[in-house]
């Protein structure tokens, strides 16, 4: 990305592409913002829910929802 970041619109972006759990919404995030992230299965969307789980004032009740998909899966939720 050769355009400077307008980071408060990142993380608008981010958030909302997240929040959303909606695989093309987030693959055009990060194509947008050129973020590698594998668009395959159990492991796309860990990362997906790990990244949720990350963001400092994320919805609570959100991070549940992620933390409850990461343990079904067999995925680590403390890192």
């Not at 959303?20 to 997906?48: H, P, Q, T």
């Amino acid at each position: 990305m050769n355009t400077p970041i307008n980071f408060p619109e990142f993380v608008q972006e981010r958030n909302s592409a997240l929040l959303s759990l909606d695989k093309e919404k987030i693959l055009a995030y990060c194509r947008k913002y050129e973020v590698n992230i594998s668009g395959n299965g159990d492991a796309f969307w860990a990362a997906v829910h790990k990244a949720r789980m990350g963001i400092k004032g994320f919805p609570e009740a959100e991070k549940q929802i992620s933390r409850q998909w990461l343990n079904e899966h067999g995925f680590k939720t403390v890192f």
